[in-house]
């Protein structure tokens, strides 16, 4: 059993930043990515990015590109997302999520509870 703690969501301007952590302990072994996904109110769950746990390989959805950073500690079992430039769009609960390195939220078992990212116009 993995458990995952996320932290860092909360209010930001449009064009402000925010740094979420997820926190990662239990059997993780075999761990073989960590994925950052979000959800809106009435919209279906989406991935954001995803980290390779042993070799730092990273992946993107488009519309985060060139403003949001997926990055891991090993030995803190900590992955982080900083968040840039921030739109009103970007609006949804965030979720970390332990699985197979995929840039889709299929597949993966274990989840965190969640942190509320608001951005205003």
């Known amino acids: 059993q993995v458990q995952l703690v996320e932290s860092g969501g909360g209010l930001v301007q449009a064009g402000g930043s925010l740094r979420l952590s997820c926190v990662a302990s239990?059997?993780?072994?075999?761990?073989?990515?960590i994925g950052w996904f979000r959800q809106a109110p009435g919209k279906e769950r989406d991935a954001v990015a995803v980290i390779n746990w042993s070799g730092g390989s990273t992946d993107y959805t488009d519309s985060v590109k060139g403003r949001f950073t997926i990055s891991r500690d090993n030995a803190k079992m900590t992955v982080y997302l900083q968040m840039d430039s921030l739109k009103p769009e970007d609006t949804a609960v965030y979720y970390c999520?332990?699985?197979?390195?995929?840039?889709?939220?299929?597949?993966?078992?274990?989840w965190g509870q969640g942190t509320q990212v608001t951005v205003s116009s």
């Open positions: 239990g059997r993780t072994f075999g761990m073989y990515a």
């Open positions: 999520a332990a699985g197979p390195w995929r840039l889709s939220p299929r597949g993966y078992e274990y």
